[in-house]
Structures are given as structure tokens and as C-alpha cells.
């Protein structure tokens, strides 16, 4: 059975930084892309960050580069997401989701496929970020 389950989130303020980790069970990591994404009641969901293993390529939204970074940890066969410099204006829902190497890049999952509507293989349930003023 595939899980995805994403820890990490909470209170900060603004400035700080938090390290979101999505633990990955039932999947090999180099087989999928993975992607972070960022959920705000009512606007569309934002592709933060996605990451092809297999394809050696890493996409960072424009909106969080610099402040962003996303890494694997094997070990643990997780998926982390380092956000520091944090605004309040990246208060969200943060899930993780994976689609199949061979039917997707880093780049297309965070942002045409994510436009289009496209279906992810797993997502997590997310974890709340609150960045304070």
C-alpha cells in the first residue's frame, strides 16, 4: 500500500523557517516525481517545488526561489521541503504528491499538468503552514 505522509508544519513567524518532510511507503523514490504543492482557500493550488530523481531536474516555483529548497533523504526514503525567509503570503496547505517518472518531468507536474487538472498517482493529506506577521 502507497502512503505519502507529510510532517513538519505549524505556527512561525515571519522570517523563520520550517522543514516540511514527506515520509514516502510502498514506492520507489527514483521510479516518481515528487512535488510539493501549497493549498489557499480559494485560489488555485501552486506547484511549490517538484523533483524527478530520475531526470536528475529540480523545478522551484518563482514565488519562493531562493527562499525554497527541496532534497531527498534516502534513509528515510522521504522527500523534504526547506523553507526559510518565510512571508505570511506562504501560509498554506502543504501536500506532496507523485506521478510516474515516465509520464511526467519535474517542471510539467508543478505547472502545466497541474494547471490542466491532472491527476497525481498518490498525494498526501497535507500539513498547515501559518507564517504570523
Known amino acids: 500500500q502507497v502512503q505519502l505522509v507529510e510532517s513538519g508544519g505549524g505556527l512561525v513567524q515571519a522570517g523563520g523557517s520550517l522543514r516540511l518532510s514527506c515520509t514516502v511507503s510502498g514506492l520507489i523514490l527514483d521510479r516518481y516525481v515528487i512535488g510539493w504543492f501549497r493549498q489557499v482557500p480559494g485560489k488555485e493550488d501552486e506547484g511549490v517545488s517538484c523533483?524527478?530523481?530520475?531526470?536528475?531536474?529540480?523545478y522551484i516555483a518563482g514565488s519562493v526561489k531562493g527562499r525554497f529548497t527541496v532534497g531527498t533523504d534516502k534513509d528515510k526514503n522521504s522527500v523534504y521541503l526547506q523553507m526559510n525567509s518565510l512571508k505570511p503570503e506562504d501560509t498554506g496547505v502543504y501536500y506532496c504528491?507523485?506521478?510516474?517518472?515516465?509520464?511526467?518531468?519535474?517542471?510539467?507536474?508543478?505547472?502545466?499538468?497541474?494547471?490542466?487538472?491532472?491527476?497525481?498517482?498518490?498525494r498526501g493529506q497535507g500539513t498547515q503552514v501559518t507564517v504570523s506577521s
Open positions: 523533483m524527478g530523481l530520475n531526470e536528475g531536474r529540480t
Open positions: 504528491a507523485a506521478r510516474r517518472y515516465d509520464i511526467t518531468t519535474a517542471q510539467a507536474m508543478c505547472t502545466t499538468e497541474l494547471a490542466a487538472g491532472y491527476e497525481f498517482d498518490y
